[in-house]
């Protein structure tokens, strides 16, 4: 289905009414607005409400047109395309799997010229005349299979990206490569012929101890959380293959202070790490997600310094403060079994937020146990310490 031409008029419509509701536009359209606009308006402002944090630099732009909002929440963050654009760099770079172009745009600032591949004829369309509105002219779009149309390039390429479909054909979600599509463990003998160097981005579900034996080329895997959360895991090919121990690891977390919090390491360093072990002290280390799911739990107390509390608990304990740890701080207040008898002498309001780790009842059975309402400043962290004890750890974020 093509998209709309919108004129001045309907721009002008959509950005006094980017607030609106839009199922009540549908329904009571304004008088102003001939039916058959209608649906394809309310489409566009749904599409850039969902862009407005996601996309700021989109959502801001007055000319462009949005695909549906659907493909607004598939896409990347234009934070995390940038930093995905961050790892490339030189002549030529192909985006086989382009879809609503944020990648690609991000390449785009990056590398002299840009291939978009896209086998949907219309997002294409539209995507290529988004990129002339973003001034981004040194992108060639062209419709077709990614894979195909690789196939019939002269070129090598410095750089090849591929962010696979992660959905099956009844639109459930998948999550290990060989599952999505395209299957890049199938292809990735051209892909390896074409290019230099491979991007490929994962679900951020992906195993990546398993997938780093799948793709014994693997230079640096990038785990990249946006404020707290991970989006997505990226893997950086080459040709020739590389030990397990020597792949580079990197975790991000970009915070909407606009910060990155970053840990990076080679990946036999964690194995060989030692670290100590200690009861709870002044204060508590949650390690971000990023760097939780890029597995450097010993590292994160030897590079800091600091005590973790059990070898399966992954938080961190220490005396003095360390605020540069990527993750959260906090003050431990008190230490008590995980009972509502005992854990009442702390909290007596019986209001806290309440996080698990290495313990045996997940947050849900446990907060019905202890009668806890979730919220205020008070942060609960249920437990195993060094001797096996399991307990409750009473503690207020650490501001200083």
Known sequence: MPFPDLTDADRAFILSNLTADVQTLVLRPPASLARLQVREIAEQIRARQKAKGKLPGWYAHPMLTFPAALSVEQASSERAAAYKASLVSGSLLADLTGG???????????????NYVERNQPLAELTARNMQLLGLL????????????????????????????????????????????????????????????????????????????????????????????????????????????????TAINLRDTGEMQTFAYRRGDEATASVTL????????????????????RLAGVRFGLAKLAPHSHLYTSAEYLPTFPGRVFIINALCRADRKSLQVHVPGGQANLTVRNFPQPVDVLRKQLNLREGSDVYLFATTLTNGDKRLIVTHKAVI
């Not at 609503?100 to 840009?114: C, E, L």
């Not at 200690?278 to 739990?297: H, I, R, S, V």
Request: proline residues 6%.
């Open 100 to 114: 609503m172009g944020v990648d690609t745009a991000a390449f785009a600032r990056q590398v002299n010229r840009v």
């Open 278 to 297: 200690a009861d709870p002290q002044t204060y508590l280390y949650e390690p971000n997600a990023a760097l939780l799911k890029a597995g450097a739990f």
């Open 138 to 249: 040194n992108v060639t779009v062209n419709v077709g299979d990614g894979l195909a149309w690789l196939a019939n390039q002269p070129d090598t390429f410095d750089w090849l990206y591929l962010d696979p479909a992660r959905r099956d054909s009844r639109g459930g979600r998948v999550v290990g490569l060989a599952d999505c599509e395209p299957d890049v463990l199938t292809y990735l003998p051209l892909l390896l012929q074409k290019a230099h160097n491979l991007l490929l981005k994962t679900s951020p579900l992906l195993d990546i101890e398993a997938t780093l034996r799948q793709l014994p080329t693997t230079r640096e895997v990038h785990v990249v959380a946006v404020q707290g959360e991970v989006k997505e895991t990226l893997f950086v090919l080459r040709r020739e293959p590389v030990a397990l121990a020597d792949v580079q690891m």
